[in-house]
């Protein structure tokens, strides 16, 4: 065979293809839809080529095929490293993860599997790579001429333009590709209207230089977001909103920080939410608290987990819950704990601890008398959670290797949630004042097979006969263990003569990802979508000496703390909180890490653009504008209250 001398229009060709390739591959294999997005790709994905090409043909052949080769590794690593990502966690890789470096590096061994899992596409990615490499010998890349280098660079130049040219159109539109470009940060969307590199390379830069989101200040966030009222309903109760006296005005006026500012203004104009008919339901009542690892409606099974089924058809009925999955264990604590949308950014201050939160959970507890614990059947520094929990107010946070170590067994894996509720129920329930004690449970994590959970092997015998695949049974098997666990928390505080005097709280982080969609289908009762209903879950809000109430409005993990200080009758102000109590009367919201959204009336598919109304619901025109720019709002004052250190500012 010859030599092929790869010259410039070759190399700017041959990356070229490589690049469309690499595309269509990853829309492909992660069922995207091939639309008038991939026109622009092309657009930018030419100019990449053009570029590539121009620095690759300027020194010796030796070096301009290495440069050529590395090239094309890092861009198809990033394919990669973007494509597993997502299958893994369910979201795509952006910079700010590396703040989550402790949940790849404890995962190694999973990662591997699940990479390993995907081997074929990662094949796939790797195609042309194994070609030029196949082929090394035969292709020569030889040095070009300043002059062409120079022309070329010009034509760059210009496929840039074109490509700035074309994002104004249609850039009014929400989520536009003008908007992802210059105000919104949103990985998902950027590496579907950008490609892949792009959106890779545009998240990079907003890292490095710094990025800050267009806040737009409406004069109420929420106005118009609500259909009219029924004119034959009965008028509601006035109540007072849950809000404290704050002066915005003197905010303002006391920073030059620009940011700031559209900050106190944004929160000036917010209205919050009304105390309700619910508002000190519980006030006085001790409070457990959990956060339940991979929990997920599948879970629950009137057989199978006895004491959950009780617990979620039981107290307050959340229909409509849901658990969006945005940056793994560590964004579904966030929400929970915080009331604030884990968007893009919040990893490094909130692992940090160093964060003011006067209305942190623990902290607002305290200053009602009550003892409070915390507790995690793993590693305690584990994402430094020892650390943003302190911040919250928890002092006394145990966990593996900080004391319980020498109670459980904590060199299994994953740890036992029956043996932490058994050994450290003493702790409070001894207690002569009301106490508030939250749970970070580890039973059910992935992976998820007869030879990966310690915990699925221990309970197999409780789903036998179940048909379904084994990584289903492995973990269905495993939140047994978070039954059993309940169970005995529920007899423990019976037996002291407190259960009547205790509310269960429970969520869950995320779904259980580890599955695929195909997966959690095989238990659900209905066809789940892989982006919104796949998050559809349980709220566990209980007391046994409560009469049921359904509730059907919408609510999400970030609903969960305002929710909870409305009921035990805790003073805060629910315009700095990002989430709304579920009880009360503002319009129900659940936020997705891609901007995705489900409403009272309908949902809302951010990569599509389609927006599903509910039962034929009928709604103004403007409502899906008006939610999107409601949405990126929330999402962008949630990144804003961590990376400003907002509530430093605010004096109770």
């Known amino acids: 065979m010859k030599t092929f001398k790869l010259r410039k229009t070759n190399m700017t060709f041959l990356c070229f293809i490589i690049l469309i390739y690499l595309e269509l591959a990853f829309k492909v294999l992660t069922n995207q839809v091939i639309d008038i997005n991939f026109f622009y790709i092309t657009i930018i994905s030419l100019f990449m080529s053009f570029l590539i090409g121009s620095i690759c043909t300027r020194f010796s052949k030796k070096i301009n095929k290495i440069l050529y080769y590395i090239t094309t590794f890092i861009i198809i690593f990033i394919f990669c490293l973007e494509f597993c990502c997502h299958r893994i966690f369910s979201f795509y890789f952006d910079w700010s993860l590396l703040g989550a470096t402790d949940q790849v590096f404890a995962f190694t061994e999973d990662m591997f599997v699940l990479i390993m899992a995907n081997l074929l596409a990662i094949m796939i990615f790797f195609l042309p790579f194994i070609l030029l490499i196949s082929y090394n010998s035969k292709i020569v890349f030889p040095k070009t001429s300043l002059k062409r280098s120079i022309g070329e660079l010009g034509i760059c130049v210009l496929l840039f333009f074109i490509f700035l040219f074309t994002l104004n159109v249609a850039k009014e539109e929400e989520n536009s590709r003008y908007r992802l470009y210059y105000e919104i940060g949103n990985i998902e969307l950027s590496l579907q209207k950008f490609g892949v590199v792009h959106g890779f390379l545009i998240d990079l ?47 303002i006026e006391a920073t030059n920080d620009e940011t700031l500012k559209q900050m106190h203004e944004y929160f000036s104009n917010e209205t919050g939410s009304r105390k309700n008919e619910y508002t000190g339901f519980f006030a006085g009542k001790n409070l ?28 307050f009925v959340m229909k409509n819950f849901y658990t969006p999955t945005i940056s793994s264990t560590i964004g579904g604590e966030f929400q929970e704990l915080t009331g604030l949308v884990a968007a893009s950014g919040f990893l490094s201050p909130w692992k940090s601890g160093e964060n003011s939160f006067p209305f942190g959970i623990a902290n607002l507890f305290k200053e009602k008398e009550y003892r409070t614990f915390a507790y995690h059947n793993h590693n305690y520094t584990f994402q430094s959670r020892h650390k943003y929990l302190k911040a919250l107010g928890f002092d006394n946070f145990t966990g593996c290797r900080n004391g319980l170590e020498e109670k459980i067994n904590c060199n299994q894996w994953p740890e036992s949630d029956l043996e932490m509720i058994d050994k450290t129920t003493d702790d409070y329930l001894n207690s002569s004042e009301p106490f508030f004690t939250y749970y970070v449970t580890v039973s059910g994590h992935g992976d998820y097979g007869w030879d990966k959970t310690a915990i699925g092997r221990k309970n197999k015998e409780s789903v036998s006969g179940l048909p379904y695949s084994e990584k289903v049974l492995s973990y269905l098997a495993a939140n047994v263990e978070l039954d059993k666990a309940l169970e005995l928390l529920l007899s423990r505080l019976e037996e002291k003569g407190v259960l009547n005097d205790t509310v269960i709280a429970l969520v869950g982080d995320h779904y259980p990802y580890y599955l695929t969609t ?81 409403s009272d009336y309908g949902t809302y598919f951010a990569s599509s653009g389609n927006f599903v109304a509910k039962d034929n619901i009928e709604v103004d025109p403007d409502y899906v504008r008006k939610m999107n720019r409601y949405v990126g709002n929330k999402m962008n004052m949630s990144k804003l209250i961590m990376t400003k250190d907002y509530y430093q500012y605010i004096q109770k």
């Open 288 to 315: 457990i608290l959990f956060m339940a690892e991979s929990f997920n409606e599948i879970a629950v099974d009137e057989k199978r987990t006895p004491t959950l089924y009780k617990l979620v058809n039981n107290g």
């Open 518 to 598: 195909d997966e959690v289908n095989e238990v659900s009762s209905y066809k789940k979508d892989g982006v919104v209903e796949i998050n559809h879950s349980n709220f566990i809000l209980w007391n046994n000496q409560m009469d049921n109430v359904e509730v059907s409005k919408v609510g999400s993990q970030i609903d969960v703390l305002p929710t909870i200080y409305n009921l035990f009758g805790i003073e805060y102000d629910s315009r700095l909180i990002i989430g709304k109590d579920i009880l009360s009367d503002t319009p129900g919201l659940a936020i997705f890490g891609n901007h995705s959204w489900v």
């Open 205 to 251: 830069k907003r890292n490095i230089v710094g990025f800050t989101e267009k806040v737009i200040i409406d004069e109420d966030p929420s106005a118009g977001l609500q259909e009219p009222d029924d004119p034959n309903k009965e008028p509601d109760k006035e109540y007072d909103y849950n809000n404290l006296e704050l002066d915005f005005t003197a905010l």
